[in-house]
């Protein structure tokens, strides 16, 4: 885990949660999953450089 920027105790409880439901999941499920985590965390980051670059204007 990253030292420098660690989760809070909600955080990690999320993160139980979260860890508890995937391991019930097949491969397909989790894939399909997998997939689109990773767009939503392309999403947050295009979000984030927007609102970077137009807060610099």
């Known amino acids: 885990m990253n ?3 660690p989760l ?3 955080q990690e ?3 139980t949660i979260y860890r508890q439901k995937v391991n019930k999941l097949n491969d ?3 894939k399909k ?3 689109l985590t990773l767009k939503q965390m ?3 980051d295009n979000i984030i450089k927007y ?3 137009n807060s610099l204007s």
């Open 13 to 15: 409880f999320k993160l």
């Open 51 to 53: 609102f970077i670059k």
């Open 28 to 30: 397909k499920q989790i």
């Open 8 to 10: 809070t105790l909600e």
């Open 3 to 5: 030292t420098k920027n």
């Open 33 to 35: 999953h997998l997939i």
């Open 42 to 44: 392309i999403i947050k």
